[in-house]
């Protein structure tokens, strides 16, 4: 199983104020994934990213939400002006290169709390 | 949007006893997906099935891909105290980019020793 790796843990911010989660890629990783999970709720996607662009995004990821992995490196979501209802755990999920492809693997997530 | 209806919503179990539960969606999918998720952690994937009527097993826990594609079961034999979590199956349509999952409400399951 791929080690997913997200920072920070947990991020307290003010509403309105923009917020960017992280996920640290291992080089094999291929397909990246960003969920959310409002407490007690269910999982809910929002985007996946491949090759460098958006391939799809849920209802849900509006104009406030964005992805990117500049260089290769970190893969971002920044939420660009927080609302109280922003508030969850975020989980990046992964797809490694050679292995299925249909099995996603997911990070330790990053509690976002909005006040 | 597309909908798993996930049965039952929570579960009372003494330890050693025998566990079962399925999802259902209105929607065919290619892949059925589940995850077990521990308070305050991610989903941790138990399972995935590709091929209908498929059934696979991972130690104690065995899953099935319904033969009409729309539905799925997780049992768990013998259970033990560290079984407790919430267990969510996901559908999948396709893999790669274009495979979100779409979850499940979830099962959360509770172990009395």
């Known amino acids: 199983e791929p080690e997913v790796t997200q920072t920070p843990s947990h991020q307290v911010t003010q509403m309105g104020q923009e917020v960017i989660l992280r996920c640290v890629p291992i080089?094999?990783?291929?397909?990246f994934y960003w969920y959310r999970q409002i407490l007690g709720q269910k999982v809910e996607f929002l985007v996946s990213?491949?090759?460098?662009?958006?391939?799809?995004k849920s209802e849900i990821f509006d104009d406030q939400f964005s992805v990117e992995r500049p260089d290769g490196s970190n893969f971002t979501l920044k939420i660009r002006s927080t609302k109280l209802e922003d508030s969850a755990m975020y989980f990046c999920?992964?797809?490694?290169?050679?292995?299925?492809?249909?099995?996603?693997?997911f990070g330790p997530g990053t509690r976002l709390t909005v006040l | 949007g597309q909908q798993l209806n996930q049965s039952p919503q929570s579960m009372f179990i003494q330890e050693g006893e025998d566990v079962s539960m399925n999802c259902t969606s209105s929607?065919?999918?290619?892949?059925w997906l589940w995850y077990k998720q521990d308070p305050g952690e991610g989903p941790v994937l138990l399972i995935a099935?590709?091929?209908?009527?498929e059934l696979t097993s991972n130690g104690r826990l065995t899953a099935q891909f319904g033969t009409t594609r729309k539905d799925s079961f997780l049992n768990i034999s013998a259970s033990i105290p560290s079984d407790v979590g919430i267990y969510f199956c996901?559908?999948?349509?396709?893999?790669?980019?274009?495979?979100?999952?779409?979850f499940g409400k979830g099962t959360k399951l509770s172990v009395k020793p």
């Open positions: 080089s094999n990783h291929l397909y």
């Open positions: 099935l590709y091929k209908a009527g």
């Open positions: 999920a992964v797809v490694e290169g050679g292995g299925p492809y249909n099995e996603q693997f």
């Open positions: 990213f491949y090759n460098n662009e958006i391939s799809e």
């Open positions: 929607s065919i999918f290619n892949t």
């Open positions: 996901a559908g999948q349509f396709r893999g790669g980019s274009q495979g979100n999952l779409i």
